[in-house]
């Protein structure tokens, strides 16, 4: 059913049935769009907030992409009906909207390009989505060929449906001399200073082609007339009817009549995306589709290589090879990829959570290191003199805090010392300690030491009388909303994540040979312990945290959410469980929480509202935070279980994070493993049925833990201000393993082997016994490293 080819660059799916909404995705600078098989699509773009181009029939809402995206027939999408006008038989490619059975199909994800390959009724047909780099648009070609042995009269109809631009203003008509259509409209407004940035707006909708074509048709309505998308009416007829659309939902489709011989082929190529106006489409055909550059070559064909280079330059920083070859596949091509998309597009927003932003940055650390130090000085320039950090990060001059952002949240501290730890793990760059920035406002100036240094009091101070962190209205958990609004209730698992980060805090400031300051934290971080323990501890577990009435919640008592996965994964990291109650919690957590897709976020999953937690228990049961298999959670589950040696037990968990490989688990999931998805269904002990089902949103910032994961824990192979620690953990499964590590200019070519009548792990480097399991004064060279693990 699939398939890795091209030595696991593309991955390939042979059914547009079984796994309906597998799904594949790409980027660039300014736009994502994220295709399904079928062919339906989800694009937004950035000028500078998130828009679209193509819409939904009806008012939608356009703030973010939505998990388990939900495709129905009119939903946007990029088709191409084929119609043999000899027999009027019609099949539409990839697959939707007319879905005829096909004789073969084949979806293929690859890192710089979406591939379908389609055979049906004698004609073979390969279509191709790419992106530039640089600019908002789609590249497409279409490609049909007649491998009938009869001549064959054919039309082919590209169908880009555009949907309902706007109430206010919206049309649409065929330009002969640019040979595109163009959709218009009008963003509304209402208050009239607004009217200054709606004027600046990509608002135009264009379908740009390369060839002329026979008819065209930019009317919706009158193209599906009574026959519906499963047999438009527009394409009865010899000829598209040339229609506009005037205040009506236009749709960009074209014709084109063609009779192939035996054996010959025709390809089209199109651009999909918004403009300002026609003289940038003017500009764009010029650029795409007549000038031709030295080589000869268009800038069609230009982009698509400078594309490819672009999305190269996101190879990660390990490859391996194990017993377990999906594995492999996955973490060689697709994590990092993922990881890279995150730092580069910032979840196309101009306002990202501050939390999203550290750690989706922690995972740029290990593919661009300057992206990630500059995103760290970006952060730290927005702190309050206070020590507080902001709710969400504004990388654009014009941007504003939005929607979650204008939440008060009490978690974004602790992200700065935890994700900048894996920086410097990977860099040594302690000079970046040292660098002096402003603070909010740029009244004052601090080094990115004293910088962090404030975070850590502010976590500290922000605390009640017992000595637990404050919530106000949510921590990591974003729909934690009314646990503690009154300014009362608090978060166990915030107090956790504040110890755990004043130790990863101490270890940078030992590092940085501010062994005063480490001593302090490291006193303050055993303080919080000791009261996470006197208030949370409940026999088996840690509760989640005490809302503003003094209810203590997430404990056994609790007939819904009766157990929380995050305070026990942090308790694993901050120390407060000690090897008695690590053992405890694993054990209940493994009762609890574990699935065959991974480990839930809470459960039971809650099914009515509680009033003092807020929003997260009004979502559906086992649905992102109410009880899934939140992967970003069971991320950090699996940090801890490797931070505290259960190294089985992280690694039985860390596969199921990934789909398949075995068929049944991935018609279940319904997802590629070509990205880690924020969330699979959870509530299995409740709705077994929908278990495992994928939210097939690639936005999560399980993905850097993922890999953060592999490479300190698995493998082993992480870095610290020494150099590089080895110390792999690999299953029991597992005879031999081997890896590839870039690190600090070098190239580790690693070897690991179990040896029987061995105690302890040894290591050669380059042929010569290692004392002690730390390879340091790395040079810029390839090291040959060889491992025999007990």
């Known amino acids: 059913m699939i398939r890795s080819v091209e030595n696991g660059a593309r991955l390939e799916l042979d059914t547009a049935v079984k796994i309906p909404n597998a799904s594949a995705f790409l980027w660039n600078k300014k736009m994502m769009v994220h295709m399904n098989c079928r062919g339906y699509a989800v694009a937004q773009f950035m000028q500078p907030e998130p828009a679209k181009y193509a819409h939904a029939p009806n008012l939608e809402a356009k703030t973010f992409m939505q998990p388990e995206q939900p495709y129905y027939a009119h939903h946007p999408g990029r088709f191409f009906y084929v119609k043999d006008e000899e027999t009027d038989r019609l099949f539409s490619a990839p697959y939707a909207p007319a879905k005829t059975p096909l004789d073969s199909f084949v979806f293929s994800a690859g890192k710089s390009d979406i591939l379908w390959k389609i055979e049906h009724d004698g004609l073979f047909i390969e279509m191709c989505l790419s992106l530039p780099t640089n600019e908002a648009m789609e590249q497409w070609s279409f490609t049909v060929k007649n491998n009938s042995p009869k001549t064959r009269k054919i039309s082919v109809y590209p169908y880009f449906p555009v949907g309902y631009m706007s109430w206010m203003n919206q049309s649409g008509q065929y330009d002969a001399n640019l040979n595109a259509i163009i959709c218009s409209s009008i963003t509304p407004y209402q208050k009239y200073r607004e009217y200054d940035k709606i004027k600046t707006l990509k608002d135009k909708t264009y379908l740009l082609a390369d060839t002329i074509p026979t008819s065209w048709e930019v009317n919706q309505a009158t193209f599906e007339g009574d026959g519906g998308l499963h047999y438009p009416t527009g394409i009865t007829g010899i000829e598209l009817l040339k229609g506009d659309a005037l205040y009506e939902t236009p749709a960009c489709v074209f014709q084109y009549r063609e009779e192939l011989q ?105 593919i661009q290191k300057e992206v990630a130090r500059q995103a760290y000085i970006k952060a730290l320039c927005q702190q309050e003199e206070s020590g507080a950090m902001p709710d969400g990060i504004l990388i654009h001059e014009d941007a504003v805090l939005k929607y979650i952002n204008q939440v008060p949240h009490t978690d974004h501290c602790v992200w700065l010392p935890i994700c900048l730890k894996a920086y410097l793990d990977e860099t040594n760059d302690y000079g970046l300690l040292q660098e002096i920035i402003p603070y909010k406002g740029n009244r004052k100036s601090a080094t990115v030491s004293e910088h962090i240094n404030l975070a850590m009091l502010w976590l500290y101070k922000t605390r009640d009388k017992r000595g637990l962190s404050y919530i106000e209205q949510g921590d990591w958990c974003d729909p934690m909303n009314m646990v503690g609004p009154k300014g009362i209730g608090v978060s166990g698992w915030l107090t956790m994540a504040s110890s755990y980060a004043f130790k990863t805090w101490a270890q940078i400031c030992i590092n940085n040979n501010t062994e005063d300051i480490a001593k302090d934290f490291l006193i303050k971080a055993e303080e919080l312990n000791s009261s996470i323990n006197e208030h949370l501890w409940d026999g088996d577990r840690y509760a989640r945290g005490i809302t503003d009435d003094n209810v203590v919640f997430g404990v056994k008592k609790d007939p819904e959410g009766r157990i929380f996965l995050n305070t026990q994964s942090w308790a694993l990291l901050s120390g407060s469980a000690n090897v008695d109650k690590s053992k405890k919690i694993i054990d209940t957590v493994k009762n609890e929480l574990e699935s065959p897709y991974g480990v839930e976020m809470l459960a039971p999953s809650f099914t009515k509202m509680r009033e003092d937690i807020g929003r997260v228990t009004q979502k559906f049961p086992g649905s992102a935070e109410n009880g899934a298999v939140y992967n970003h959670a069971a991320a950090f589950y699996i940090f801890g279980l490797y931070e505290v040696g259960y190294t089985e037990k992280a690694f039985e968990i860390l596969r199921r994070m990934i789909p398949g490989p075995d068929e049944k688990d991935l018609i279940q999931r319904g997802q590629l493993p070509v990205f880690v998805p924020n969330y699979y269904r959870g509530a299995y002990r409740q709705f077994p049925r929908t278990a495992g089902r994928s939210s097939q949103l690639f936005n999560t910032g399980a993905a850097p833990w993922l890999y953060r994961c592999l490479i300190d824990g698995l493998f082993g192979l992480r870095g610290d201000v020494d150099g590089l620690h080895i110390n792999p953990r690999l299953p029991k499964e597992w005879n031999r393993a081997e890896a590839i590590r870039e690190f600090r200019g070098a190239t580790f070519k690693v070897n690991i082997q179990r040896e029987s009548g061995i105690s302890k792990t040894r290591v050669k480097v380059d042929d010569s016994l290692l004392h002690g399991q730390v390879i340091k004064d790395i040079q810029t060279r390839i090291y040959r490293v060889d491992i025999r693990i007990p």
């Open 262 to 366: 035996p054996g010959q082929e025709k390809t089209y190529r199109f651009l999909f995306g918004p403009a300002k106006d026609e003289t940038e489409i003017s500009d764009i055909k010029n650029r795409y589709f007549i000038e031709r550059i030295e080589d000869k070559v268009t800038g069609f064909e230009k982009t698509k290589r400078e594309y490819d280079d672009y999305i190269a330059k996101g190879k990660g920083c390990l490859q391996i090879k194990t017993p377990d070859a999906a594995l492999d596949n996955f973490v060689n091509n697709w994590l990092p990829r993922q990881i890279y998309y995150h730092g580069e597009t910032n979840r196309l927003s101009t306002d990202p959570q501050t939390r999203n932003y550290l750690q989706d940055n922690m995972g740029t650390g290990y």
